[in-house]
């Protein structure tokens, strides 16, 4: 069952819930941390951060079991938050695969189901099946409704399946998703919940400036600022996918010339392979598919694996323009780290060749000292990070609205 505690802490903006929600924000991002560290850290006077640290402790939201290394006295007592006081769900839905996760406080995964898409349906048909696959997951986790903080969404592909004639909101989504589950439902953007994960889970305590850049069907990118999210609304970050490369380049469904999006993204990729496999160029995805024009991204995938000449050098050229593109994105933004995600990251030497490409770009720039990485986690990320943001949204000091969907 949530605590009362964590639900004031989404609906309430007194004083005292303020101050609650530092304390345990400083003692979720050090994962462990003295009552010396959280005075030094959140400034408040001994006897207020005694009292506050009590009642956290009584609601179980943190817990003090663990002892610090002694500095010459007594052993300082260690803080953690309880990760298991509540669960967060997270949905990623794309055009191929779909995820539902189930994770604790920390994100740490506990289960998870893999979907994969059919025919595009209607949207509330496609929501009633993620209510029913989801339900179903708490009952093998043995989990209630009632101990879940949230649900968070991703709908990038879901809205963009809408057609002209419907006019759908993400606020519609979350009122359909709360009248069939009780709880907390918030919507937003795939690239921003894949950063969140990514940050929270691995370079919180270490960056100031985060990006996050991700290359599928759509080229996005989302950036994390003094810990705040900094990126723009679900509708704003796809821009990085299109960043003009060459205004001579071909035409992008945008409307624009030469973008990211018309040279790097996985359909333009599709494309081009497919227009080298109708000239009888060499490939093993001749043996894979009887018809070049029924070719699909998992086929691609597949002769990627047996280093298919064909889809090798495309990927190659991609990953150029992709590294050209974030060249370009790091000398505006100067963020001190940078993770590549997506679905084309760890396909052949994708990351390798975007990172060599920024690397030589940016050596006329000695004192920019970004470090690049390939995302750390799995397949899960963007539905983990969307389980997150649901906990963004009860901890933000400023109340809701202070991250972007």
């Not at 303020?18 to 400034?43: A, D, F, P, W």
């Not at 949905?91 to 695969?97: A, D």
């Not at 790097?264 to 894979?288: D, F």
């Not at 991609?318 to 001190?336: F, K």
């Amino acid at each position: 069952m949530v605590s009362h505690m964590l639900e004031a802490f989404r609906t309430s903006q007194s004083s005292k819930i303020k101050k609650l929600k530092i304390l345990y924000n400083l003692i979720r991002k050090h994962e462990s941390i003295t009552v010396e560290e959280l005075l030094l850290q959140s400034g408040m006077k001994p006897a207020t951060c005694a009292r506050l640290l009590e009642e956290l402790s009584k609601d179980n939201l943190i817990n003090s079991n663990e002892l610090g290394e002694s500095t010459g006295g007594r052993k300082p007592i260690l803080y953690r938050i309880n990760p298991e006081q509540a669960y967060l769900i997270g949905i990623e839905v794309t055009n191929l695969y779909s995820t539902i996760v189930l994770s604790d406080l920390n994100l740490k995964e506990i289960s998870h189901k893999k979907i994969q898409m059919g025919p595009q349906t209607a949207i509330f048909d496609i929501l009633d099946m993620f209510t029913e696959q989801l339900l179903e997951l708490l009952n093998e986790e043995g989990k209630e409704i009632s101990d879940i903080l949230g649900i968070g969404i991703s709908v990038d592909d879901l809205l963009d399946q809408v057609s002209q004639n419907e006019e759908i909101t993400a606020s519609d989504i979350e009122n359909y998703l709360t009248a069939k589950i009780p709880t907390y439902v918030m919507v937003g953007s795939g690239v921003n919940f894949a950063a969140l994960a990514e940050y929270r889970l691995h370079y919180w305590q270490t960056s100031e400036r985060f990006l996050l850049t991700t290359g599928d069907i759509e080229i996005r990118s989302a950036e994390i600022v003094d810990g705040m999210m900094a990126s723009g609304y679900s509708g704003m970050t796809n821009a990085f996918g299109h960043t003009i490369i060459d205004t001579n380049g071909s035409r992008c469904y945008c409307g624009s010339y030469g973008c990211l999006h018309t040279y790097s993204s996985l359909p333009t990729i599709k494309a081009k392979i497919m227009q080298e496999l109708k000239q009888g160029k060499p490939s093993v995805l001749h043996e894979l598919t009887s018809d070049p024009e029924n070719i699909d991204y998992f086929t691609i995938f597949q002769a990627l694996e047996q280093d298919d000449p064909v889809c090798h050098d495309i990927l190659k050229n991609a990953a150029y323009y992709y590294g050209i593109a974030l060249s370009n994105l790091i000398l505006t933004t100067q963020p001190d780290t940078v993770v590549c995600g997506g679905t084309l990251v760890p396909k052949g030497t994708f990351f390798e060749d975007v990172k060599k490409t920024v690397e030589e770009r940016l050596r006329a720039f000695p004192k920019i000292k970004t470090t690049i990485h390939p995302a750390k986690e799995s397949y899960e990320i963007v539905a983990q990070g969307a389980g997150g943001m649901v906990l963004e949204r009860f901890l933000t000091r400023a109340g809701p609205g202070t991250y972007p969907r």
